[in-house]
């Protein structure tokens, strides 16, 4: 106890040693601590606590124990929401981790315009969500009106429904959300690839090394970390997954796109059941925490 | 150095106080202290006031103010612009941002009260002399099972069907006096759809499908057809009814006017703004709707009023109901007396009062008219229960009517016509269920009807009416 005592009493010293040396830094850190526990922090916990009550309106009357999380679970339509996120995010793993991946490498290899391709494809990230998801739906729009059977009509083919389509409608929302966030994972790809070992590169051109070569024995194995990192960052992302469903389909036909996130919003702001809403926040954050710790020991291992 | 390292903590000192000082300013309150601002006068924010884009209307609202301020020295309007949205309503509701004097769509009557977002006026209805006038069945539809009364209508109407005149009139449905021919039944309205589709290559029939709005109007065609959605049983809890075989029929209709008849819009992703944007934009003859939306198709979509008719809901094969629905003023639950009181004076300034106030009848209608949207005659569905009011509304109206009331007068008829409310308990989680159900409907030709009626029942039950408190 008493050995103990005195290294806490050691360690309190520490930190305040270290707070009054470098109170400046401190100080000016404050607000945005204050700023991230009040917005941040502060709603996680008070959902995590509401979660296990019955709620009027926004105000907590009654505990309930588990009987939230029952109610969510319980429901006919979880499952197929659940499928549907993963859905959601294998299709992005297939559509939305691979391309901007190839773009990078195709801007890597060029020797002109490379400023200009990687304008173009980083422009997309700077549209609202919102936005994007209302030019996608134009796009799709069923019958002749929609751009993408316009189109068609043209060369004489169609029309073909889109986002009605069941067994579409998720893997055209990943192409819509894969053009939005096509650049940043581009210009992450490209940074990595730009700091392979250059002369390890020019070694295997000057011993014949073709493209696909190098590709496969040089580039690859350089980017397994970063694209293992993009992909379990994609993961978390596409889990979350709401906006678009809600502008492009809202969660149909028949909830063929329907999310886990959609489902919270729908709970809180159709319906005002707040307490199913932390509720299944609740499950969402632990699925994602579990992600997010699986990110930063990844981080950490590559980083090393 | 040692200096400049103390002059460096002095100036983060007061950096750190400066954005904390931020900070906190914006937290702080409205000012409001027991409904009284910093200058003694009661406070009452009045919402769904007009947007500076409607410049007209605005400052013929700021007058408004303007008098009613000088003629009510304590009481402080204060605008907000904010109007009911279903997405936005619940959340604003639970937070305690509603303005003091809110206003509702009649689905909303016992959600404010089950919310506690509403205040009780039952005795200043009472006093205000407007329990006598008002249409009795309006006010039961607000009130708890007290008879206590939480909000107040301020206007009504029945679903019918717009029509686009134009699109009729190219496909040959007008009768002899010029009129369009109104469908008087559904499967008239599904002839017509496919006749108009053929002869104009336009869909005749808009169907919505998201957003609950869909399910809000097939409630419309489902209860003409026999349909009953939900019961109370006699130990209080709930059941789902829908899986009938005149569910199945109301579906059916709905699958032979996609499938078969194609005469519906192309787009089955339609919500309630692209539902009333595939109409004002003659991308379909017809819609279910209610002479509100008339208006919207003028303004927003720049329609030709002149083009607009509406018809009164076609009857079914079981029933001829109409579902009612309109607007309601309610205020805070948490106003104080003063407040309550205050808003009241506001509302019967603004003509909810038993008697008509003629200036102010006539200065909105001219109002409407010189802004180029229509002006019936008279309320097509009057909230209140007074002939002699209506016959003073139409002499303040007639050098402003811009319509030809003979495109409307089905519609205000209404012969036959039993006035129907929306469903009682879980009615947004039933439109839910059943915008499902009709997105199956029109996207898969290969359809099991019974098994999307039943699965859907199973669902409503399950996951809404068993969770109810």
């Known amino acids: ?304 | 150095m040692k200096k400049t390292g103390f002059m460096m903590k002095i100036v983060a000192i007061a950096a750190a106080a400066a954005i904390m000082i931020g900070m906190l300013s914006g937290c702080g309150s409205s000012g409001k202290n027991n409904g009284r601002n910093s200058d003694g006068k009661i406070v009452v924010e009045v919402g769904n006031w007009p947007h500076e884009t409607d410049e007209a209307t605005l400052n013929l609202w700021t007058q408004y103010e303007q008098d009613f301020e000088s003629a009510h020295p304590d009481i402080d309007i204060v605008p907000n612009t904010y109007v009911y949205d279903v997405k936005t309503f619940a959340t604003k509701s639970a937070a305690g941002q509603l303005p003091d004097i809110y206003r509702v769509p009649f689905s909303e009557a016992q959600s404010i009260i089950r919310r506690g977002c509403a205040a009780d006026i039952t005795d200043k209805m009472k006093e205000a002399g407007l329990l006598d006038s008002l249409n009795k069945d309006l006010i039961d539809m607000t009130s708890d099972e007290n008879g206590r009364i939480y909000s107040l209508p301020q206007t009504a109407y029945a679903q019918g069907v717009m029509i686009n005149k134009d699109l009729f009139k190219q496909a040959g449905l007008v009768n002899d006096d010029g009129t369009v021919k109104v469908p008087k039944t559904f499967e008239e309205l599904a002839e017509y759809a496919a006749q108009i589709k053929e002869k104009t290559g336009v869909a005749g029939f808009a169907m919505p499908t998201t957003n609950n709005v869909g399910g809000w109007i097939l409630l419309n065609v489902a209860w003409n057809y026999g349909v009953e959605f939900e019961k109370m049983n006699d130990d209080g809890k709930w059941t789902a009814t829908f899986d009938t075989p005149e569910f199945h029929d109301t579906l059916q209709w709905l699958y032979d006017l996609r499938w078969n008849k194609g005469a519906l819009a192309d787009n089955t992703v339609i919500d309630g703004s692209a539902y009333t944007e595939t109409f004002g934009t003659g991308q379909a003859a017809m819609i279910l709707r209610a002479t509100t939306d008339c208006n919207t198709m003028v303004t927003r979509y720049g329609m030709n009023k002149d083009v607009i008719a509406m018809g009164e809901m076609p009857e079914g094969p079981k029933a001829h109901y109409s579902q009612l629905g309109g607007q309601l003023y309610a205020l805070k639950s948490t106003l104080t007396d003063e407040q309550i009181d205050a808003a009241f004076e506001w509302l019967k300034f603004m003509n909810v009062t038993p008697e008509l106030d003629e200036q102010k009848e006539t200065e909105l209608r001219k109002l409407d008219f010189d802004q180029g949207r229509i002006v019936w005659p008279y309320d097509l569905f009057s909230i209140w229960d007074d002939d002699a009011r209506t016959e003073n509304v139409k002499k303040v109206r007639e050098p402003f009517v811009n319509i030809d009331m003979k495109d409307y007068q089905n519609y205000a008829d209404a012969e036959g016509i039993t006035l129907r409310a929306e469903p009682e308990v879980c009615a947004q989680e039933l439109y839910s269920v059943l915008d499902g159900v009709i997105q199956e409907v029109l996207t898969n030709k290969d359809v099991d009807i019974p098994a999307i009626s039943k699965k859907a029942q199973d669902d409503f039950q399950v996951n809404h009416l068993d969770k109810m408190d």
């Open chain 1, 1 to 304: 106890m008493k050995t103990i005592r005195l290294k806490s009493g050691g360690g309190r010293r520490r930190i305040s040693g270290l707070i009054k040396r470098n109170i400046s830094g401190w100080m000016l850190i404050l607000p945005s601590m204050l700023l991230f526990v009040l917005i941040v922090w502060r709603p996680i916990c008070i959902a995590f606590y509401y979660a296990f009550f019955r709620m009027q309106g926004m105000q907590a009357v009654r505990f309930v124990g588990l009987q939230n999380f029952k109610d969510v679970l319980t429901d006919t339509a979880f499952l197929q929401t659940l499928g549907n996120t993963v859905k959601y995010v294998l299709w992005s793993l297939l559509i939305g981790l691979p391309l901007p991946f190839l773009a990078a490498v195709m801007i890597n290899e060029m020797i002109h315009f490379k400023g200009y391709f990687k304008f173009t494809m980083y422009l997309p990230v700077i549209v609202p969500t919102v936005a994007t998801c209302l030019i996608w739906k134009m796009l799709y729009m069923d019958g002749q009106g929609g751009l993408l059977n316009a189109i068609l009509y043209f060369f004489d083919v169609g029309p073909y429904t889109w986002l009605s389509n069941k067994n579409l409608t998720i893997p055209l929302i990943i192409v819509s959300m894969t053009w939005q966030g096509f650049g940043t994972n581009m210009l992450l790809y490209l940074a990595a690839l730009q700091s392979t070992d250059q002369s390890l590169y020019e070694a295997s051109r000057i011993d014949g090394a073709g493209f696909w070569q190098r590709f496969w024995h040089i580039l690859l194995p350089h980017m397994r970390g970063i694209i293992l990192l993009l992909a379990i960052r994609q993961v978390i992302g596409v889990f979350q997954v709401t906006e678009q469903p809600l502008v492009m389909t809202g969660g149909g036909p028949n909830g063929a796109s329907m999310s886990l996130g959609l489902t919270n919003y729908f709970y809180a702001f159709q319906y005002g059941q707040f307490d199913k809403s932390m509720a299944l926040g609740v499950i969402s954050f632990l699925f994602l925490l579990i992600l997010t710790f699986v990110y930063f020991r990844l981080d950490r291992k590559f980083n090393e």
